[in-house]
């Protein structure tokens, strides 16, 4: 079980919000670090907002099962949080936690935390901003610094994607304010993450960029995250995502349906990719998603 797994050893101050993938979240250093901000790229598809939902919901879990034990801020630019998913991954999560309080019958506390867990109250430990524009979320960001500590304590803060805002500027618009407002926006997260000692993981999208090669091999291309330079040197961690869709992407994709999280910045970069899978429950190891399969049926 993903929750066992946890060193009972362990401090009791949880320092990161795991993502159910094991092999991931050893990447990681356990999952996303708080006081840290962690960078998700890819393109369409590659699965940045379900791995963004999944650590919203696991912002949630009782810290007697060694969670965080908190809420979680969604700040949605793609309007692509979709709160039927939100509720499906939730309901996953509380399954499990009962199953694990299951295995330990004499554990009181865990007993009591998972007696106290449902669905709905998952829910209502996810705060979800729809943030049409660059202003907006700056003034969201802006509104959860100056945010007074609260029960249950802001364990993660998520930002889906952070380059929508910017991917349109006015014909009038100065040139040189868009760097300025994004670097604006890696300050205020940076800041999010020091001050309030909770995780920050932030999509961001690809584009493409010319690569030094010979003059006469041509031009070349690769994948780089959005943004520019004003944003390249913000986050402490950042994972390409890649899935199952080959047409979607110049890198290696996932095989056989899976996809494939590369660690590029971080204690782990240029560790081997990590394959993973997503299904009705959310993101899993791919071995355990297959024996669910074979066990359960389909979802």
Not at 149 to 154: A, H, K, S, V
Not at 201 to 216: G, L
């Amino acid at each position: 079980e993903i929750l066992d797994r946890r060193s009972l050893d362990a401090p009791d101050e949880i320092g990161a919000v795991i993502t159910f993938c094991r092999r991931l979240d050893v990447a990681l250093g356990g999952g996303a670090r708080r006081g840290k901000l962690l960078e998700l790229v890819g393109p369409p598809g590659s699965g940045k907002t379900q791995c963004v939902l999944q650590l919203a919901v696991d912002a949630t879990i009782p810290r007697a099962f060694r969670g965080c034990g908190g809420r979680a801020v969604l700040i949605d630019c793609d309007g692509s949080a979709s709160p039927t998913r939100l509720r499906s991954l939730a309901t996953a999560m509380v399954d499990h936690v009962k199953r694990v309080a299951a295995k330990h019958p004499h554990d009181t506390a865990k007993r009591d935390a998972a007696n106290s867990l449902s669905v709905d109250r998952t829910c209502a430990n996810i705060d979800v901003i729809r943030a049409f524009d660059d202003l907006d979320l700056l003034a969201a960001l802006e509104a959860l610094l100056d945010e007074k500590e609260d029960e249950p304590p802001l364990r993660l803060v998520a930002v889906d994607s952070v380059a929508t805002p910017f991917r349109w500027l006015p014909p009038d618009a100065d040139p040189d304010e868009r760097p300025r407002l994004i670097a604006r926006v890696g300050r205020d997260l940076a800041r999010l993450a020091d001050t309030r000692a909770c995780a920050v993981v932030v999509a961001n999208q690809v584009t493409m960029t010319t690569t030094t090669t010979p003059a006469d091999a041509g031009a070349a291309f690769e994948e780089v995250p959005a943004l520019g330079l004003a944003w390249s040197h913000v986050a402490d961690a950042r994972v390409h995502l890649r899935g199952p869709d080959p047409s979607l992407t110049t890198a290696p994709s996932g095989r056989d349906g899976t996809w494939v999280a590369v660690v590029a910045k971080g204690a782990a970069a240029g560790a081997r990719p990590i394959e993973f899978c997503v299904d009705h429950r959310g993101l899993r190891d791919c071995s355990s998603t297959r024996s669910h399969s074979h066990n359960k049926g389909p979802p």
